[in-house]
């Protein structure tokens, strides 16, 4: 069995040093992971404003310089929210910035997450999960290093080849 810590990117862990030094203490700790929540704001719809929010994925960048051994990911990144070629980039650079340790779980967004109405992301579900299909065949198909062209209803892509292509280690995980 593994243990993993998730730790919030909100309030007094918006602070990325912080949250790098608490994944080394995990690590020293023996725990195996070290996963982080995916928000762009998330406050309410009361009108009550989140705190101070850091960036999930510079946040891992700093955790895997500070880290050697512990597993590091996303608690479900919010694919539908980001370009699916941004994401495979990003993607490959935490893989082998890791050496391997990184993994992708993957979703649509909470629906309460302010982080898409509040800047003209799409909010139907029904939607979302279909552009999380899309881009979940993109993100294979660029991570492959082969050539790749994708044409969907939300994404195309002419043929381009992606390098570095990932290690064998990364993967993702839908939830």
């Known amino acids: 069995m593994h243990y993993g810590l998730v730790v919030s990117t909100l ?20 725990w195996n992971g070290f996963f982080l929540s995916d928000t762009m704001h998330f406050g309410s719809y009361s009108g009550t404003e989140a705190g101070m929010t850091s960036d999930p994925w510079i946040a891992l960048a700093a955790i895997a310089m500070r880290t050697k051994r512990i597993k590091i990911g996303l608690l479900v990144a919010a694919v539908p929210r ?15 910035l890791s050496q391997g340790r990184f993994i992708l779980g993957v979703g649509i967004g909470a629906v309460y997450d302010r982080g ?36 969907g209803q939300y994404y195309q892509v002419q043929e381009i080849t992606f390098v570095p292509h990932r290690s064998r280690f990364l993967t993702f995980r839908s939830g």
């Not at 070629?85 to 650079?93: G, L, N, S």
Request: proline share 3%.
């Open 82 to 96: 980001r370009r699916p070629w941004k994401m495979a980039r990003e993607t490959v650079t935490l893989d082998h």
């Open 116 to 151: 898409f109405d509040a800047f003209g992301e799409e909010i139907d579900v029904k939607k979302r999960s279909r552009m999380l299909d899309e881009s979940l065949a993109i993100l294979q198909g660029l991570w492959s290093g082969k050539p790749f062209s994708y044409c």
């Open 11 to 30: 309030g007094k862990y918006s602070d990325v040093r912080e949250l790098a030094d608490l994944a080394h203490g995990a690590e020293e700790a023996g």
